[in-house]
């Protein structure tokens, strides 16, 4: 997995705050995921960057959500969810904002997408009464999404260059 630096992580995870998260899910959350909110529990992205398979051009991470909320960490995954529920699909987390008002999601129902990781892209929606309208798979799984990050020091991020399409 690409080793990212992140900024105003949320707090030390518990073995409760993922129980709690699996349980208002309704599902179990992938191992490789688990194991970065472990490291983590979410973050402010610097400098971290994308491509979407089929699509043209680069994508940045703004924010990694956190399984638990904190005053001053990032925002809760299943905040974020309550508040998207109708736009997006039923078995996908969102654990990350991305550039152009996007959303990361995570695939929670097995077996066939069980892990995957796919975005939200807003400005692709066709039919705002299909949560799966606007949603592109990225990496079969986000070990898989992680080794397509790459860090690139802030001062070169260019929104022409990154962000768009």
């Keep these: 997995m690409t080793e990212i630096s992140l900024k105003r992580k949320g707090p030390k995870l518990t073995t409760k705050s993922i129980l709690a998260l699996e349980s208002a899910i309704d599902a179990a959350v ?9 490291a983590t529990n979410g973050g402010s992205a610097s400098g971290l960057i994308f491509s979407v398979p089929g699509k043209k051009g680069t994508r940045y991470i703004n924010d990694f959500l ?23 699909p039923k078995d996908a987390l969102p654990i990350a904002f991305v550039s ?3 959303l990361l999601l995570l695939r929670t ?20 009464d299909d949560p799966e ?13 992680m080794t397509m990050v790459k860090q ?3 001062e ?8 768009m399409w």
Excluded at 133 to 145: D, Q, T
């Design 66 to 88: 956190a399984a638990s909320q904190s005053i001053r960490g990032p925002l809760a995954i299943l905040d974020v969810r309550k508040q998207c529920t109708e736009f997006i």
């Design 152 to 154: 690139v020091p802030e």
């Design 100 to 102: 152009g008002d996007d």
């Design 156 to 163: 070169e991020l260019d929104d022409d260059d990154y962000g």
């Design 109 to 128: 129902r097995p077996p066939k997408r069980f892990g995957a990781i796919d975005l939200k892209i807003n400005s692709d929606v066709t039919n705002h």
């Design 133 to 145: 309208s606007g949603v592109v798979r990225v990496a079969k799984s986000f070990e898989a999404f």
């Design 30 to 38: 992938p191992q490789d995921y688990l194991c970065f909110l472990h």
